[in-house]
């Protein structure tokens, strides 16, 4: 695998470059060690790059330091869900992944599942719950088991799988601590994928797609971060034909939601029938030693560092360009 080498005067054109890591949101430990990965791989090739912690500063102080550009590392809450996206169009600093409207609506999975399906991309069956619903009927619509999270968190905060339906009153009012609707999802029983995309619009396409294989299936925050445990195949060991369908069907998702710049999306590929599903997006990837864009990117023999550099190259306005004369 190589490593490209920035001439000075790329280093130059990327110029004062802020990673925005840490934050508020529920995910904050996971950003810090994405941003730690992104800083020392960007500043690896001798680009002047610095940590910035909007837990910790204000905003205002981004354009106090005249940064150039900016480096998301942020994940959920504030950093991913078009709220910061917003202020750097403000600001006029050029950032990295999508824009305000992709990044807020890929951040709430409700809205995300209503794109897709007018788009015709395969979305497992939900409902969605609030303090009136009648979860008997939730049952009876969706079936069990069925998947009960919140909405607008990542990492699979707040996830339960309701296997009775004496349970499901719980995991709902566990996912209420985070959010004020619930998404109850049919359960797609099968083998579990995740696809990285790169790049914007018609250019936007899928990396090589990675299989998931948690202990007993359970994928969750510590299996995904802190143990060796869960095992990664990637490519993923699937016939061409499912390969192909997969990655068309991602492309098109990322598409609908107008995401920019980098994503991962997850699917499930049910095992009765061999049908995939898409679940999420999440518009601002992790870049952990465990995380999944990196992993594929190696796959097609591009370094994390090179990878680094690819994203943080495609930072730019997006609604905001033309108003204030960057790019």
Not at 27 to 45: D, F, H, P, T
Request: glycine content about 10%.
């Amino acid at each position: 695998m190589s490593n490209q080498t920035l001439t000075p005067s790329e280093i130059a054109e990327l110029g004062k470059v802020g990673v925005l890591f840490g934050g508020r949101s529920a995910e904050r430990e996971v950003s810090i060690m994405s941003g730690s990965g992104v800083l020392q791989a960007l500043k690896s090739r001798g680009i002047d790059a610095h940590a910035f912690d909007p837990a910790e500063r204000s905003l205002g102080e981004l354009e106090a330091e005249r940064f150039d550009r900016v480096f998301i590392a942020l994940h959920g809450r504030y950093g991913e869900d078009g709220s910061l996206q917003g202020a750097l169009e403000l600001l006029g600093i050029p950032y990295t992944g999508s824009g305000v409207m992709a990044s807020s609506v890929g951040m709430d999975k409700i809205t995300t599942k209503i794109v897709w399906l007018a788009a015709g991309v395969p979305t497992p069956t939900y409902a969605v719950i609030d303090e009136s619903t009648d979860l008997d009927k939730v049952v009876a619509d969706l079936g069990l088991p069925l998947i009960v999270k919140p909405p607008l968190e990542g990492s699979t905060i707040g996830i339960t799988k309701v296997t009775r339906a004496e349970d499901l009153k719980a995991a709902v009012d566990l996912a209420h601590k985070y959010d004020k609707l619930v998404l109850a999802e049919q359960f797609i029983e099968g083998r579990e994928f995740s696809v990285p995309l790169l790049g914007s619009g018609p250019a936007a396409r899928a990396l090589p797609i990675v299989e998931i294989v948690a202990p007993e299936g359970n994928y969750d925050y510590q299996n995904k971060y802190f143990t060796d445990d869960t095992k990664y195949h990637c490519p993923a060991p699937l016939d061409a034909a499912t390969t192909a369908a997969i990655q068309a069907d991602v492309e098109k998702a990322y598409r609908a939601l107008g995401c920019e710049g980098w994503s991962r999306i997850d699917v499930l590929l049910r095992e009765s029938d061999g049908k995939h599903f898409l679940l999420e997006v999440n518009t601002s990837p992790g870049m952990t030693g465990h995380s999944l864009v990196p992993m594929a990117a190696r796959a097609e023999g591009t370094s994390y560092e090179d990878l680094c550099v690819q994203i943080l190259r495609s930072a730019s306005l997006k609604a905001g360009a033309a108003a204030n004369g960057k790019k």
